[in-house]
């Protein structure tokens, strides 16, 4: 039984591991690259738009769909691992 508790305690720390690593990388693209670096990487073009406009207006929602993505398949793996994925 104490086993048992050890392994969800340990489950569960690894998803919020996860989670926060994932909303960090997410932060960093939005905050970052769209508000804090956007003067110097306006000095780039993507597709006709500065850089540092496009990271503001679209890196970070096409940031945010691969998360989650990324997301599902890490959650899968680490749901195998622990024994406590959907058949």
Known sequence: ???Q???MKDYWRRNI????????????VSFGFGILLAEP?????????????WFAQQGSIFTFVIL?????????KLDEEFD????
């Open 68 to 76: 989650i993505f990324v997301y599902v398949y890490l959650m899968n």
């Open 41 to 53: 990487l306006n000095a780039f073009r993507l597709g006709g738009f500065k850089l540092g406009f």
């Open 17 to 28: 591991q996860i989670v926060l690593s994932l909303l960090a990388i997410w932060f960093a």
């Open 1 to 3: 039984m104490e086993h």
């Open 5 to 7: 508790k050890q392994r």
């Open 84 to 87: 406590v994925n959907e058949k």
